[in-house]
């Protein structure tokens, strides 16, 4: 079945104590993006990656932090977490390139950060 | 700038009640529009793509049509299944972002009731 895939799911995590959330899509996808959802400002990109080692800012991208080592694999990772990064994260990929391509969405992340 | 604008907020119809959802936009060049269905604790699900102004798109119980300001997402006789949160996002020309970057709004909350 073709997916995109988040774990954890849920996290409780204190300040400052560094995470990684893992995404992966088994859809051949060159183009992975990171999003973080908020009630009242819908999805905002964090970071986003047109393919194997290139990767770049979004919108948000103050204390996030990404690597696209392998093709399906697009972690975010959280050097020092804090409260203002509570929220809900959505992994996401397409085809890529320039042609327009629908975005499909893992699961989501829903991080708290005490 | 860009910018996605969503309204109503929320929705509350009665089932078979018809009505339609609003996505209005301002962005420098449109690659597309794409409309996203939303339960609660899980990722978007893709609806629709729009390209062009004039374009129509049809799903069972949904119909998404597109102007050059605003698209609507028109729903027929609805179903206690079809309530969830409706997206809408645009997808700009341009490189910012990557190619396959989304705009968000912050999305219409639909509620059928029996």
């Known amino acids: 079945e073709a997916q995109v895939t988040q774990n954890p799911r849920y996290l409780i995590t204190v300040t400052g104590k560094k995470l990684t959330v893992t995404c992966s899509q088994n859809m051949n996808h060159e183009y992975m993006s990171w999003y973080r959802q908020d009630p009242g400002l819908g999805l905002r990109q964090i970071y986003y990656s047109m393919n194997v080692e290139v990767t770049d800012k979004g919108d948000v991208p103050e204390g996030y932090k990404v690597s696209r080592k392998e093709k399906r694999n697009f972690p975010l990772i959280l050097e020092s977490p804090s409260p203002n990064q509570t929220s809900l994260y959505f992994c996401?990929?397409?085809?890529?390139?320039?042609?327009?391509?629908?975005?499909?969405f893992g699961p989501g992340t829903r991080l708290t950060v005490l | 700038e860009d910018q996605v604008t969503q309204s109503p907020e929320a929705l509350r119809l009665q089932e078979g009640e018809s009505s339609s959802l609003n996505c209005s936009y301002t962005v420098s060049g449109l690659r597309g529009l794409f409309w996203y269905r939303q339960d609660p604790g899980k990722g978007p699900e893709f609806l629709f793509t729009?390209?062009?102004a004039g374009e129509e798109k049809e799903k069972e119980r949904l119909k998404a049509t597109l102007t050059k300001k605003e698209s609507f997402l028109h729903i027929t006789a609805p179903k206690p299944e079809d309530s969830a949160t409706y997206l809408c996002a645009v997808q700009p020309r341009g490189f910012s972002g990557g190619y396959n970057k989304l705009i968000f709004g912050a999305g219409t909350r639909l509620a059928v009731h029996p």
């Open positions: 729009l390209y062009s």
């Open positions: 996401a990929s397409s085809l890529g390139d320039s042609s327009l391509n629908t975005q499909y």
